[in-house]
């Protein structure tokens, strides 16, 4: 097995990796403000339907985390095993964030650990509620300090090159880089927004199913509200990506929009095929490039020709893109519309063709963190680390990558298909009906078994 195709399959085993790990981890960083959200309404307005939500949306958090911890965990593997060149050179700076991520996961598994222990053991609510804070905070700065590794690695900075060897090392800086404002900004509110879309996409699922019972009404109301909050959000945030992009790595920008020559007024491309240098059959929005690189319809965005061949990321980049930004306004649009059906009461909202479009909005928020992830990753290239080392220079010389892919292959297959079934086992041998029946008799001083 020659070097080149080493890395190219260390390349496929940790994007196979991020690709599954990202969809836990994000529900890891979203759920936890969900939980506390339906909490909080449940105790304010006094209705036990919100606190079970809260109860239950816990109780499917923890099986989704332990996942993510055997998958985070294959990361860090994966980052010594697949690319020991870029650790070896960069491992002392990125070394900080890396420890704090893991002190920022302890710390949210101790209290979620508490929170669902303590159930019913406080006779005021509020109380309980207090303890889901640090949980939401934990998994929220856990997702912070692994973006900060990884907006170093789109722009680095905290150490000086000096024969191959980065010295004068400042890790804060390092954390700090032009990255992070953005990156960190724009994972938090997807988070939040995909979060949403998908336990509401349960709720719209459970009532097609005939479910009539107000429980998931109400839970598909409430999320619905909280997803076109962050999907608005995401998309302010998504502005400020760009600006950064058009001045940090105008090559990526330049690389998503086909856009080869530098010139003023630019177009936004949107979907299309490549024809050349000449796009075909696009959608062709003008001004919007400028105006999503500088703010202003008439400013100029530099072009793919002003940079060297090789250091061009790869075309097809453009459908990444396309595809994050297509979904994330359809959702936008779309739960704007139920949300306003919902408080006009337009017979629309129980329509059948409705409800399945409700429904969809969970799988496209979770297409659209996979797009927005490859976008990110596969147009940094050809750097691991943008400036000072190509992926190719960075990836081991092992033989036994393919054996590796395989053997992880299979591992993230058995977590999915787990998460799946113990997920679905558990709902349906404990439904809302059941559950409420419980507290109720519970809170008239019966056995609640």
């Known amino acids: 097995m020659g070097f080149e195709d080493t890395a ?25 403000l969900m939980i506390l959200i339906a909490q909080w309404v449940g105790i304010k307005k006094k209705d ?16 989704t985390v332990a996942v993510g911890v055997v998958t985070g965990t294959a990361i860090g593997l994966q980052l010594s095993l697949l690319w020991p060149n870029f650790m070896q050179m960069a491992g002392n700076v990125i ?12 710390f949210e598994a101790i209290f979620l650990g508490i929170y669902l222990y303590t159930w019913d053991r406080f006779e005021d609510q509020r109380k309980h509620l207090l303890l889901l804070i640090p949980v939401a905070l934990g998994a929220a700065a856990s997702s912070v300090f692994i973006t900060m590794v990884n907006s170093f690695m789109n722009a680095p900075q905290g150490f000086d090159l000096v024969n191959g060897e980065l010295i004068n090392v400042s890790p804060l800086l390092a954390m700090l880089s032009p990255a992070v404002p953005t990156k960190v900004a724009h994972v938090m509110s997807t988070a939040f927004m995909t979060s949403a879309f998908v336990l509401a996409s349960i709720a719209a699922l459970r009532i097609l199913q005939g479910s009539t019972h107000v429980y998931h009404k109400k839970a598909l109301l409430m999320t619905m509200k909280l997803g076109l909050v962050f999907s608005i959000a995401t998309a302010l945030i998504g502005d400020f990506s760009g600006k950064y992009l058009a001045e940090y790595q105008p090559e990526k920008l330049a690389a998503a929009e086909w856009h080869f020559e530098t010139e003023d007024e630019a177009r936004l491309i949107l979907f299309g095929v490549l024809d050349g240098q000449e796009p075909k059959y696009a959608i062709e929005i003008p001004y919007a490039l400028s105006i999503l690189a500088h703010g202003l319809p008439d400013a100029e965005v530099t072009g793919l020709n002003e940079f060297p061949e090789d250091e061009i990321p790869p075309l097809w980049i453009h459908y990444l893109f396309d595809t994050m930004v297509t979904i994330g306004m359809w959702l936008a649009f779309f739960s704007f519309v139920y949300v306003v059906a919902a408080w006009r009461k337009w017979p ?16 496209l928020a979770l297409i659209a963190i996979e797009a927005g992830w490859w976008f990110t990753e596969v147009g940094r290239q050809p750097w691991i680390l943008r400036g000072y080392m190509k992926t ?21 297959f058995i977590l999915g298909i787990g998460t799946i079934v113990v997920l679905s086992r558990m709902y349906k041998r404990n439904p809302v009906e059941k559950e409420l029946a419980q507290r109720q008799k519970a809170d008239k001083g019966g056995d609640p078994e």
């Open 8 to 32: 190219l399959l260390s390349r496929i085993l940790t994007m196979m990796t991020l690709s599954f790990h990202i969809l836990y981890a994000t529900i890891g960083v979203g759920v936890p």
């Open 48 to 63: 036990d339907h919100y606190i079970l939500l809260a109860r239950r949306w816990a109780r499917g958090f923890v099986i």
């Open 95 to 106: 070394a900080l964030p890396l420890f704090m991520e893991v002190f920022a996961f302890f």
């Open 348 to 363: 629309i909202i129980t329509k059948r063709w409705f409800r399945w479009l409700t429904v969809a909005t969970g799988p």
């Open 392 to 412: 190719s220079e960075a990836a081991t010389t092992s033989g036994q990558v393919d054996l590796m892919i395989i053997l992880f292959a299979g591992l993230y």
